[in-house]
Nanobody, 118 residues
Framework: QVQLVESGGGLVQPGGSLTLSCSVS????????MGWSRQAPGKEREFLAS???????YYADSVKGRFTISRDNAKNTVALQMNSLKPEDTAVYYC????????????WGQGTQVTVSS
């Protein structure tokens, strides 16, 4: 059973920083491109960033320059460093990754709430 579990969410003031982490556990062979998305109330889920096993990254324009994605292949984790946070960054943040067991399935974490407010 493969699981993705996010952590690190919380309440932060505008202009502040927060780092989210996502850990992959279970019996699997490999993890593909890992990514972060978010969903604000009443809005569709929005892609934020992704990172390959070799470390190549891609960012949505909305977070480019403020957010940094990284991964640790040895620990099967992916992180999202978020700086200069704005109230509009308030959302539930999700990590996802295609994981190979006997087949390849895209897994999502349960999400972690980030609230940016003074």
């Amino acid at each position: 059973q493969v699981q993705l579990v996010e952590s690190g969410g919380g309440l932060v003031q505008p202009g502040g920083s927060l780092t989210l982490s996502c850990s992959v556990s279970g019996n699997f062979i490999s993890i593909g491109i890992m990514g972060w998305s978010r969903q604000a109330p009443g809005k569709e889920r929005e892609f934020l960033a992704s990172i390959t096993r070799s470390g190549s990254t891609y960012y949505a324009d909305s977070v480019k320059g403020r957010f940094t994605i990284s991964r640790d292949n040895a620990k099967n984790t992916v992180a999202l460093q978020m700086n200069s946070l704005k109230p509009e960054d308030t959302a539930v943040y999700y990590c996802n990754a295609p994981v190979t067991t006997t087949i390849i399935l895209n897994y999502w974490g349960q999400g972690t709430q980030v609230t940016v407010s003074s």
